[in-house]
């Protein structure tokens, strides 16, 4: 009997790799048409472009004209394109980023006249356990991969993935990768020894794995394609010559729609994995990619934060008031910043590398530039009757709250009233500047002396702000009593914690349990002789601590901020030749701020590292009290539970393993250790990357920056063979030697049991800033966009505004917006835990027409009382409609 080989045509196209979006596009561009013309003179059947959109989308607003031919094609199922927008990294991209890239991705497909329901992620590193949850809300139910299983999985080719909502994905793993014999193919070398994927493996001994993993008896798929390459000529000839020169194998051209229904029909004994796909026994995942330019990074997760928590919310609330909710605007911003976040996003040559850093810069200040425009609009539009300038505050969430609110304040004069309703408002000082705005002149003594004004930074308490709402205070410049930071000499507390240096370090008090965490949080260096791709340790590390012990302190306290600063050096080696020989010549130099905020119980810790060293990484280290099995971590809208340890790593290099499986794991919000009695969790506002480490893996080390200089290494301590990357060159990124202040924002806190919930709750707490804006002409360079002109709307607009709440809810909030397809807003809720919660009692503004959507915006139903509860795992898209109010 002959084995089937399904031969699928198809290319996987990298945006931007050693080569820029230039040489991409231009490559891509003559690509497209060579396959369009082919499709014309029926030279091919079909053709498989990458379940990403991203190309295309440059190749129509390049060439318009060709528009129409593409939607032919499109429409007839010939031309696959979509889900996505860009093939997407599965680990350290929020939910609301994945569900953007889709969203994106589907809109262009349907404007093309179809869109793939296969989720196709051919190079990504790693799969997460969230994606069933998430595709299936867009009607997607099939998934093929390449990277993250091995057998540890105990799984074949094809098999489910499940989340902890009970979704499911068919998914189907390209083992032997997406292109393993597509040179051979095309060269007639096929049955002859040179055939040979990229790992140098032999395409007989690859298509044999295969066969060995099928729950298709004797098939397997042979992927007509590879990276950036055109269309493959003469697949019909190819493909009879190949049948009639040999017996063993029929090739048999399809596509991934006919085969994945043929693996529903036939394929035999389906495994269910719940889990994530992690595995780097077949291909590399890069499980320490997550520190490459850590600083890149940083900057995406607070794009993502701010549209997420901040933007998406203002802009639905004043929607809500008739003030556009710009979908044109919001759709230019995630689409920049989702083709920032590719599976090999920042961890490229220097120019890719640098088109990155400007392009997630881009997306950020479109953000905050949108964000600015909104509040500039309201200001100007408030049905205010007084002269007194009004500072508005934003409440983001969809629930009543406290908020500790961080605003700067324009006046002529230095004191002044914060108000609210007439009642002044108590604020501390954090500082307080004269400027100038008058015309700069070289001879001060020609500098207007009338238009000097202060710049203060203050923070109050907002209390009782309603859900998704904003709130209007104002500022009277009367004479007034004011906190400021004072100078402390001993410690900073709160109510739930009191913190302090000591002859061991930093000293953590835990009131509440009377726990005393000494060596709370200490800096850790060790050498790095990997790449852009994965850390890897030297023959002969040496590793430098820090506790902090004998850096200076300074304590400043207020009743609703309290700071310690630490500023110090630790002399660290400069190379890795400096490192084996234990010689130490540069100086780490660092401050490190740790902030304690009324009623807070997460300590947030922020700084920076000024790096002069080469070749080394740096980590912060929080120190547990108890042994560690498992680390618990939130995914997109779950929590994952990883081994501390690795089973792998005692056979790895027997098996031959193209990774060591390092327990080294992507952190994308927080990470908790989970005891008896103390449980220890670290937020993250930047460094997306961790290992439990030290004795019994009680203590949680953080990645705050790595420094190397290559893209490419060989031979690897932890990777071994061929270089990532090109395999055949090494390219120097000297900029990756991160030899600057590296800054970051980290948070840690203490509970005495474990709610997944309540803790996703505080990350989106402690990720979310404040909103609260003055408008002002003393200063236009605070916001630039307050330099444009702009008029108010035709009508007034209220002082204080609530679009909705949600009371007594147990789910945790993803964001609000506004519906593509309608009028309605859409919220989403989410519940990590494996229990059923409350959704709560959700009052909108409107009469509440509620109902229950999803991700598609079909199949939908109006709310019932069986929706009054989140089940286990379960992600909703709650939409309510903007009718009568």
């Not at 990768?177 to 007989?204: M, P, Q, R, W």
């Not at 605003?407 to 007439?422: Q, R």
């Not at 327990?663 to 005891?675: C, E, Q, R």
Request: glycine share 6%; aromatic share 12%; hydrophobic share 30%.
């Amino acid at each position: 009997m002959k084995k089937r080989a399904h031969s699928i045509h198809h290319t996987h196209w990298d945006l931007i790799w050693y080569f820029t979006v230039q040489d991409a596009d231009v490559q891509f561009s003559y690509n497209m048409k060579e396959i369009l013309d082919a499709f014309d003179n029926k030279e091919i059947n079909n053709f498989y472009m990458d379940g990403q959109t991203a190309p295309i989308d440059d190749f129509i607003n390049m060439f318009p004209q060709e528009e129409k031919r593409m939607q032919k094609y499109v429409k007839s199922g010939k031309l696959v394109v979509g889900p996505f927008n860009s093939q997407l990294d599965s680990f350290i991209t929020s939910g609301e980023s994945v569900i953007n890239n889709l969203r994106l991705g589907i809109k262009t497909s349907k404007r093309l006249g179809k869109t793939s329901k296969i989720a196709y992620l051919p190079d990504s590193f790693g799969h997460s356990v969230d994606f069933p949850k998430i595709f299936n809300q867009f009607g997607i139910e099939d998934f093929v991969i390449t990277r993250g299983v091995g057998d540890e999985y105990n799984l074949d080719s094809e098999f489910y993935l499940e989340s902890n909502d009970g979704s499911k994905l068919l998914v189907y793993t390209m083992i032997a990768g997406y292109g393993y014999g597509c040179y051979g193919f095309k060269e007639g070398t096929l049955f002859s020894d040179k055939a040979v994927d990229y790992n140098k493996i032999n395409v007989h001994q690859l298509i044999n794995r295969l066969l060995d993993y099928s729950t298709l008896e004797n098939e397997f798929v042979f992927p007509l394609g590879f990276d950036q390459n055109p269309m493959v000529r003469h697949i019909d000839e190819r493909i009879k010559e190949y049948n009639e020169q040999q017996k063993d194998i029929e090739f048999v051209e399809t596509t991934w729609r006919k085969f994945l229904n043929r693996v529903r029909e036939r394929g035999k004994n389906l495994q269910t994995h719940k889990h994530e796909l992690i595995s780097t026994q077949y291909h590399r995942v890069h499980r320490s990619i997550y520190s490459a330019r850590a600083d890149v990074k940083a900057m995406q997760d607070k794009c993502e934060r701010v549209l997420t928590y901040e933007l998406q919310p203002i802009m639905t609330i004043l929607d809500s008031l008739g003030i556009e909710y710009s979908h044109g605007l919001l759709d230019k911003t995630w689409e920049t910043l989702v083709l920032c976040q590719t599976h090999s996003s920042a961890n490229l040559t220097e120019e890719t590398n640098d088109y990155i850093e400007r392009e997630t810069k881009n997306a950020l200040n479109l953000a905050y530039s949108h964000k600015q425009y909104l509040l500039k609009l309201l200001s100007l539009s408030l049905a205010k009757e007084s002269k007194e300038a009004p500072l508005i505050v934003f409440n983001t969430m969809p629930y009543k709250r406290n908020s500790l609110v961080k605003a700067k304040v324009f006046t002529k004069s230095e004191s002044f009233l914060i108000c609210l309703a007439n009642k002044k408002v108590d604020y501390t000082v954090i500082q307080s500047i004269q400027k100038n705005h008058g015309v700069l002149r070289d001879d001060a003594s020609k500098i207007d002396s009338d238009k000097f004004h202060y710049e203060t930074d203050v923070i109050f308490e907002a209390k009782d702000l309603k859900g998704l709402s904003y709130q209007t205070y104002f500022i009277k410049e009367e004479k007034s009593e004011k906190t400021f930071e004072v100078d402390s000499n001993h410690f900073i507390e709160n109510e739930k914690y009191k913190i302090y240096q000591d002859k061991g370090g930093v000293s953590v008090l835990d009131k509440e349990t009377g726990t005393l965490h000494n060596q709370a949080v200490y800096i850790e260096d060790t050498g790095d002789e990997g790449d852009s791709f994965d850390y890897s340790y030297p023959d002969k590390d040496w590793k430098v601590l820090d506790y902090m012990n004998f850096s200076n302190v300074n304590y400043k306290v207020s009743p609703l901020l309290s700071t310690m600063e630490l500023e110090g050096e630790m002399m660290i080696p400069k190379d890795l030749e400096e490192r084996k020989n234990k010689v130490t010549t540069s100086k780490l130099k660092y401050k490190i701020t740790l902030k304690l905020e009324k009623g807070s119980s997460i300590i947030k810790v922020s700084g920076h590292f000024n790096n002069d060293a080469e070749q080394h990484r740096v980590r912060l280290i929080f120190s547990g009290k108890e042994k560690n099995k498992f680390s618990y971590v939130g995914t997109q809208y779950s929590i994952i539970k990883r081994k501390t340890y690795s089973d792998e790593e005692k056979y790895w290099r027997e098996k031959q393993y193209f990774e060591e499986p390092s327990p080294i794991y992507p952190l994308l919000n927080h990470v908790t250790a989970v005891n008896r009695k103390n449980v220890l969790t670290i937020y993250t506002r930047s460094s997306k990357e961790y290992e439990f480490v030290s004795e019994g893996y009680k203590d949680i080390g953080v990645t705050i920056f790595r420094s190397y200089g290559a893209l490419g290494y060989p031979d690897l301590n932890r990777r071994p063979g061929r270089p990532s990357g090109l395999d055949y060159m090494v390219f120097e990124t000297p900029g990756c030697q991160m030899k600057k202040k590296n800054y970051f924002e980290i948070a840690f806190g203490y509970q005495s049991n474990y709610n997944e919930n309540q803790i996703f709750k505080k990350y989106i707490d402690y990720a979310t800033d404040s909103t609260a804006y003055q408008l002002q002409d003393y200063d236009k360079s605070i916001n630039p966009i307050d330099y444009f002109p702009t008029n108010p709307l035709n009508k007034k607009l209220p002082l204080s505004h609530s679009l909705l709440e949600v009371k007594q809810s147990e789910g945790v909030y993803g964001t609000i917006v506004k519906s593509d397809s309608s009028k309605g807003y859409i919220l989403r809720l989410f519940n990590s835990r494996n229990t059923e919660v409350e959704v709560g009692k959700i009052n909108s503004m409107f009469k509440n027409d509620i109902i229950v959507s999803n991700l598609e915006e079909k199949n939908e139903m109006k709310w019932q009382e069986k929706h009054n509860k989140l089940k286990p795992g379960e992600l909703r898209m709650i939409k309510i409609n903007k009718g009568e109010k």
